[in-house]
Every structure is written in C-alpha cells, then in structure tokens.
C-alpha cells in the first residue's frame, strides 16, 4: 500500500559528507512526522532525527549540528544532509514515516524504507 523507498547510501571517508533520500509512495492521503533511524550490529535501532509537518526538527545530540533532515511535504520526500561523517556514524540507516492511508483515524501506521548502509572508513 505505501512504500518508501531510500538512497544515497555508500563508503565515505571521514570528515566527508553525503545525502540520503527516502520517497514515499502508494495510497497516503497525509504523513505526519518523519524520521531517520540507524541500526549497529548488536545494538538497538535508534532515531536519529525527525521532523514535524510543519517543520520542527530533532536530532540526537551525536549528529546535532552535522545532519539536516527536511522534507518535502509536495513531493512526499525526506532527505538527511550528513557532513563531518565519522566511523561512529557507520550503520544502516531507516527511513520512517506515519502516514494515513484511509478516512478514519485507525488508517495512520507507521511505515519504513528498506535500509541503506552506510560506511565511514579511511
């Protein structure tokens, strides 16, 4: 029903930056916040940073000031700008989004992306 599919993953070395995307697709009739998590092998996944409908942004305190996350609320997009990469950010990253798909308020759910790596290494 709804599918979001990300981007922009790879091998950067430390100190550069990348871009990843998530785009959203199928029957949403509104998304509400969005969110990038990230999962380390034997750890528990965490959010990394979201975003409101209207804007407002929160970030762990490990990635403030080095990950933008926006959204483009036309286009059903949410990208996260990561600059200053280091080896502690290595680890697959999720997109989320709360979307409703039907009229009633039991048709929001959670959804998310498949997963991209990424890899910070010299």
């Known amino acids: 029903q709804v599918q979001l599919v990300e981007s922009g993953g790879g091998l950067v070395q430390p100190g550069e930056s990348l871009r990843l995307s998530c785009a959203a697709s199928g029957s949403i009739l509104d998304i509400s916040t969005m969110a990038w998590y990230r999962r380390v092998p034997g750890k528990e996944r965490e959010q990394v940073a979201s975003?409101?409908?209207?804007?407002?942004?929160a970030y762990i305190d490990a990635v403030k000031d080095r990950f933008t996350i926006s959204r483009d609320n036309y286009k059903n997009t949410l990208s996260l700008q990561m600059n200053s990469l280091n080896p502690e950010d290595t680890a697959v990253y999720y997109c989320n989004m709360r979307c409703r798909t039907g009229p009633s308020w039991g048709s929001w759910s959670n959804y998310w992306g498949q997963g991209t790596q990424i890899t910070v290494a010299s």
């Open positions: 975003i409101t409908f209207d804007g407002v942004t």
